[in-house]
């Protein structure tokens, strides 16, 4: 599943080289079992292996990055992730040094399921929010997120 707008579609080649690559590491790699920490792919493109249990949509905070797309897969478990446009934000704290941008709950958003085997690709002018409980079940998530260069 994509979920995006027609202009970000068409501004980004999802099936690059560079995203290829994500997407068949993300298949030839049993993630679930990997230890979590930074695994490279190639140049411009690394992945994420972490695991946490999910929280209640209160506490979790939307977010974007402007120097890279994110890939966020469930290699176990499953969450609830919220995506909007950076454009229908407010902004409420920046910390660059670690490319992170914070907003406050947008006015409109959409909210996809997720369980393992699933992703999502979110642009720079997409915000996110991830890790929150799935029908308020709070539950323990694998999930490989990959940074991929803009």
């Given at each position: 599943m994509l979920a995006t707008s027609i202009d970000l579609v068409m501004k980004?080649?999802?099936?690059?080289?560079k995203f290829k690559k994500a997407y068949q590491w993300l298949k030839d790699n049993d993630t679930a079992k990997m230890e979590d920490g930074r695994y490279d792919i190639c140049d411009g493109v690394f992945a994420m292996?972490?695991?946490y249990e999910t929280i209640d949509f209160e506490e979790g905070r939307?977010?974007?990055h402007k120097?890279?797309?994110?890939?966020?897969?469930?290699?176990?478990?499953?969450?609830?992730?919220g995506q909007a446009l950076v454009c229908d934000c407010k902004l409420n704290e920046s910390v660059p040094?670690?490319?992170?941008?914070?907003?406050?709950t947008?006015?409109?958003y959409t909210q996809v399921?997720?369980?393992a085997g699933d992703l999502v690709v979110v642009p720079p002018e997409e915000v996110h929010q991830p890790r929150v409980c799935y029908h308020?079940?709070?539950m323990m998530v694998t999930k490989v997120v990959v940074k991929v260069k803009v």
């Open positions: 980004y080649d999802y099936l690059e080289e292996v972490q695991r939307f977010e974007s120097d890279y797309l994110d890939i966020q897969y469930i290699a176990e478990g499953y969450e609830s992730f040094d670690n490319d992170v941008y914070f907003y406050d947008p006015e409109f399921n997720l369980k308020g079940k709070k």
